[in-house]
């Protein structure tokens, strides 16, 4: 496979340059096979080798840092957001609770103001029916909150009854 190009040209040093170019182009073919390449120092391979695994260890390295650190931050933040939820709730029972013992305590005080007087009148009786339906109600509740409106309700009821009562009171001293 010789890849000669017969022209008559020549430079003016009197050499063909087609003949030129076909040395130039065997020697480049000559150098370029792989067994006459270069090769470098076989410790320089194991020192690229090692920088090598060095930086894939510590690429792993970081990125295990990284997810740990990322799975720390989410399970710390899980724990106070539920903490801060239990706290909340902790402190909504025991508001309502008081709420709760007041209610009952302002009743209790009505009820003692209403066994002063013995005999109710007919609008008092009723009020007194509508006192017990809403503690039949009361004992079939088992939501706070539902308890909360009742006696609440109940309270007004009662103090209506009396008020009622202190107006009568009134009405016999004039």
Known sequence: MDNKITTGSTNSYGVNESEIENTLMHQAKKELEPNKQIQPPEELWQKINSQIKMIDNEDKASSFSIKRKLSIGVFSTAASLFLVSMVWLMWSNHQLQNQLKQVIITNQYLELQLE??????????KLITQIRELENELLFSHDDKEMLSLLIARKKIMQKIVELQKEENHEYSI
């Not at 002063?116 to 009786?125: D, G, I, L, V």
């Open 116 to 125: 002063k007087e013995n005999t109710p009148s007919y609008y008092q009786t």
